[in-house]
């Protein structure tokens, strides 16, 4: 198994621009989670789903960022727009409902706002 | 805030010591986690202990969890420099999968 695979690995953009971060999580698993890392604040969990439905978005900062997940193997983060505040590295996890606690997270995405 | 806050942040030792770090919440638990990451990379699941449980083994590792403190330990044992990185402990209550990290202690393992 690939693991959970994020995309892009590094992302440089300018404040104001759309930002995508993308995500596939480990086959025939049932949640999916997306965190942010950063020194000051550690790991946040952003946004949770159960078989593709958002189930606690209460972590997403505000109305500039949305998450997807269209079917059971992609998912997206967007940041439209983007501000430097939002830099961070952000990552994906996803977890089977046989073992939820277990999390598996993928390599994250590091996010540079300029 | 249910967050998990270990201590200590940073821990330097030598090859074959041994290295405990230590978890605090605040809120009752459903169980309790424990991950590693090494620099650049993603966490990586360690070990999970339930609120019932006191003790739990998994080869080096052992962790202990006091519900009455609200506290955890993670002991390596015979530590090697491939244990360098950041340890974290995650909570996650009654209700839900919101699963809550700490800030992570740095261990430094020096050959």
């Known amino acids: 198994d690939a693991g959970v695979i994020q995309s892009p690995r590094h992302e440089v953009t300018e404040m104001g621009q759309e930002v995508t971060l993308r995500c596939k999580p480990i086959?025939?698993?049932?949640?999916l989670f997306w965190y942010r890392q950063t020194m000051m604040r550690g790991l946040e969990l952003l946004i949770y789903?159960?078989?593709?439905?958002?189930?606690?978005d209460s972590g997403m900062p505000e109305d500039r960022f949305s998450a997807k997940m269209p079917n059971a193997s992609f998912s997206t983060l967007k940041i439209q727009p983007s501000e430097p505040r939002d830099s961070a590295v952000y990552f994906c996890?996803?977890?089977?409902?046989?073992?939820?606690?277990?999390?598996?997270f993928g390599s994250g995405t590091q996010l540079s706002v300029l | 805030s249910q967050q998990g806050e270990e201590d200590p942040q940073a821990l330097s030792i030598q090859e074959g010591e041994n290295a405990t770090m230590n978890c605090s919440y605040k809120?009752?638990?459903?169980?309790l986690q424990w991950y590693r990451q090494n620099s650049g990379r993603g966490l990586v699941h360690l070990i999970l202990?339930?609120?019932?449980?006191r003790e739990k083994h998994s080869g080096r590792l052992r962790v202990t969890l006091d519900t009455s403190k609200k506290s955890s330990s993670l002991l390596i044992t015979a530590s090697r420099a491939a244990d360098t990185a950041s340890y974290f402990c995650?909570?996650?209550?009654?209700?839900?999968?919101?699963?809550?990290f700490g800030p992570g202690t740095r261990l430094s393992v020096l050959p």
């Open positions: 996890a996803s977890s089977h409902r046989g073992q939820v606690e277990k999390l598996f």
């Open positions: 995650a909570t996650v209550g009654n209700y839900g999968q919101n699963f809550v």
């Open positions: 809120t009752s638990i459903n169980n």
């Open positions: 789903f159960n078989n593709n439905v958002p189930i606690d």
């Open positions: 086959s025939g698993h049932d949640y």
């Open positions: 202990i339930r609120s019932n449980e």
